[in-house]
């Protein structure tokens, strides 16, 4: 079906006007979501053309809502999600010990795994289609903010706004002016190769053929690592993941072209299947992604009010989380619609708000991908084999079964009045 900017839902104008630096899922889903809202909205992004790369990313329950409020986009979603409703777990030897289901979790809504490049694009479609002013090939070299508008510069021309909001990832530039200095990502201690490939050459291998004949989903843990393979669209693609034990420094960049040999040394006696997915996998579609550690921010918000953080450059998560694209986007809905019940006089509240709103929700989240880590890096076999279900994903209703739009406009008025009470700080 076409669409034209004329075909979507959309709040009368508020007359406020939004700059966001970073057409990620944090950029974009704040961007359709300022539209819906009637605030005037322009992205700037940095690379000059968003090309459908990666591989698996997950969303959960919370984050289909959202995009189910999409006109259209739930449609273009479905025909290449992964299909497999449950996730089976061996140990590195390759003996299975138990199958987690994700069928109870129905009740909820759909939840959504597939290339993040192919997602991606669909959003990005989105935006367009309803005439969201998307910049590509914007280098900003700096933000700055008053007591009335906030604004950008790159290549050496400034625009200006009501607000800014900072989503383009963990090195965003709007860190350094809401946090008052410049601070530097720290290794985690932890790398993760990442791989996505067609599955021809699996289908003619006796070892791995049964992994693509249909969607699965398989994880393999050891000592201080965990692989996870999830064959999509019918078996014909197939990404997979292996977290480990890295202790490199952090420099400028920290995603790399991986090295089969790397990943099979670091993978040594291990289940022969996951050797052999290992071995099958292009070159120039392995990636060595190192993951980074950010203490959590004393705010998001910046001093005059008027920038904020949003996604990873509020929050990085890490990938046992299975929640950082989902909460990026909850922050995205938390922003427009705190635009929209403030206005345009009262921009500053609506930024307090944001943050007093997404602040321990996203935290108690965060760590929730340490635990998991941990839970399978960390495992007493002795007591695994006794209770399998030790190894399960803990799938939360506080987390999954969650409308951010509607708990916005719910608590918006008690966080207003809590801002404001005797002895709050300003």
């Known amino acids: 079906m076409n669409m034209t900017s004329n075909s979507f839902p959309r709040l009368p104008s508020s007359g406020i006007k939004v700059i966001i630096v970073g057409a990620g899922f944090a950029g974009l889903t704040a961007a359709i979501e300022c539209h819906r809202k009637g605030h005037s909205v322009a992205v700037f992004e940095r690379?000059?053309?968003?090309?459908?790369?990666?591989?698996?990313?997950?969303?959960?329950?919370?984050?289909?809502?959202?995009?189910?409020?999409?006109?259209?986009?739930?449609?273009?979603?479905?025909?290449?999600?992964?299909?497999?409703?449950?996730?089976?777990?061996?140990?590195?030897?390759?003996?299975?010990?138990?199958?987690?289901?994700?069928?109870?979790?129905?009740?909820?809504?759909?939840?959504?795994?597939?290339?993040?490049?192919?997602?991606?694009?669909?959003?990005?479609?989105?935006?367009?289609?309803?005439?969201?002013?998307?910049?590509?090939?914007?280098?900003?070299?700096?933000?700055?903010?008053?007591?009335?508008?906030?604004?950008?510069?790159?290549?050496?021309?400034?625009?200006?706004?009501?607000?800014?909001?900072?989503?383009?990832?963990?090195?965003?530039?709007?860190?350094?002016?809401?946090?008052?200095?410049?601070?530097?990502?720290?290794?985690?201690?932890?790398?993760?190769?990442?791989?996505?490939?067609?599955?021809e050459e699996l289908k003619q291998n006796d070892l791995t053929r049964h992994l693509v004949q249909s969607d699965s989903h398989n994880a393999w843990l050891g000592e201080d690592i965990h692989f996870i393979a999830a064959a999509i669209k019918d078996g014909a693609e197939l990404s997979w993941v292996c977290t480990h034990k890295d202790e490199a420094g952090i420099r400028e960049s920290w995603q790399f072209p991986g090295k089969v040999d790397d990943v099979l040394e670091v993978l040594e006696g291990w289940d022969p299947v996951v050797l052999e997915l290992v071995r099958a996998t292009p070159p120039d579609r392995l990636f060595d992604y190192k993951l980074v550690y950010?203490?959590?921010?004393?705010?998001?918000?910046?001093?005059?009010?008027?920038?904020?953080?949003?996604?990873?450059?509020?929050?990085?998560?890490?990938?046992?989380?299975?929640?950082?694209?989902?909460?990026?986007?909850?922050?995205?809905?938390?922003?427009?619609?705190c635009l929209d019940i403030a206005g345009k006089q009262n921009v500053r509240e609506a930024m307090q708000v944001y943050e007093r709103v997404r602040y321990e929700r996203v935290h108690k989240i965060q760590a929730t991908g340490v635990t998991t880590r941990d839970k399978w890096h960390k495992a007493d076999w002795d007591l695994i084999w006794k209770d399998p279900t030790l190894l399960h994903l803990k799938r939360e209703a506080w987390i999954l079964n969650f409308d951010v739009e509607e708990s916005t406009y719910s608590q918006y008025e008690d966080v207003r009045r809590s801002l404001h009470a005797p002895g709050a700080e300003d």
């Open 47 to 199: 690379v000059s053309d968003l090309k459908p790369l990666g591989d698996i990313i997950s969303f959960g329950q919370n984050a289909s809502r959202i995009f189910a409020k999409w006109p259209g986009v739930m449609e273009k979603i479905e025909p290449i999600m992964h299909k497999s409703d449950r996730i089976q777990y061996f140990n590195s030897e390759g003996k299975f010990v138990t199958s987690q289901s994700f069928a109870p979790e129905r009740q909820w809504g759909p939840r959504i795994n597939g290339h993040r490049g192919e997602l991606h694009q669909i959003l990005y479609e989105h935006a367009r289609h309803r005439g969201i002013d998307v910049k590509l090939g914007q280098d900003i070299t700096s933000y700055f903010e008053t007591g009335d508008k906030a604004g950008i510069e790159a290549y050496g021309v400034k625009h200006t706004a009501d607000v800014v909001l900072a989503a383009e990832g963990v090195k965003s530039r709007g860190r350094s002016i809401v946090l008052g200095f410049d601070d530097k990502p720290q290794p985690s201690g932890y790398a993760v190769f990442r791989a996505w490939m067609t599955t």
């Open 294 to 337: 950010r203490d959590p921010l004393p705010t998001f918000v910046s001093p005059e009010g008027r920038i904020a953080l949003i996604g990873d450059a509020a929050h990085p998560f890490l990938p046992t989380s299975i929640q950082g694209a989902s909460q990026a986007m909850e922050d995205g809905v938390t922003l427009a619609a």
